[in-house]
C-alpha cells in the first residue's frame, strides 16, 4: 500500500523559507512522476510543482511560484522536496504531495493516484 506523509509546514513570515518533504513507502518514487499541490480555504486544489521519473527530474512550476520554488527528489531516502522561498502570504494553504500515473498530465489533480493528508503553510504578512 503506497502512503505519503508530508512535513515541513509551519507558520512563516513574509520574505521567509519553509522546506516539506514527503515521505513515500509502498512505492520508489523515482519511477513514478510526483507532484505538489496546494488547496487554500474556499480555492479548489490547484497545481504548484511537478518532476518526473528517472533520473532526468524534469520539473514544471506553476507561474505562480517560479523562480521561488524548488521541487527535487532524493531518492535514498525516497522523499519528494519542496523548498519554498520569498513567501507571500497567498502562499498560505494546505500543502499536498502526490505520485503520478506514468503518460498521464502533471497538471491535473486527476493524473495522481496517491496523496498524503497535506501540511499546513501560514504565511503572514
Known amino acids: 500500500q503506497v502512503q505519503l506523509v508530508e512535513s515541513g509546514g509551519g507558520l512563516v513570515q513574509a520574505g521567509g523559507s519553509l522546506r516539506l518533504s514527503c515521505a513515500a513507502s509502498?512505492?520508489?518514487?523515482?519511477?513514478?512522476?510526483m507532484g505538489w499541490f496546494r488547496q487554500a480555504p474556499g480555492k479548489e486544489r490547484e497545481f504548484v510543482a511537478s518532476?518526473?521519473?528517472?533520473?532526468?527530474?524534469?520539473?514544471l512550476y506553476a507561474d505562480f511560484v517560479k523562480g521561488r520554488f524548488t521541487i527535487s527528489r532524493d531518492n535514498a531516502k525516497n522523499m519528494v522536496l519542496l523548498q519554498m522561498n520569498a513567501l507571500k502570504p497567498e502562499d498560505t494553504a494546505v500543502y499536498y504531495c502526490?505520485?503520478?500515473?506514468?503518460?498521464?498530465?502533471?497538471?491535473?489533480?486527476?493524473?495522481?493516484?496517491?496523496w498524503g493528508q497535506g501540511t499546513q503553510v501560514t504565511v503572514s504578512s
Open positions: 502526490a505520485m503520478g500515473r506514468v503518460g498521464a498530465t502533471w497538471v491535473k489533480a486527476a493524473s495522481y493516484d496517491y
Open positions: 509502498g512505492r520508489t518514487i523515482s519511477s513514478y512522476p
Open positions: 518532476i518526473s521519473r528517472w533520473s532526468s527530474g524534469s520539473t
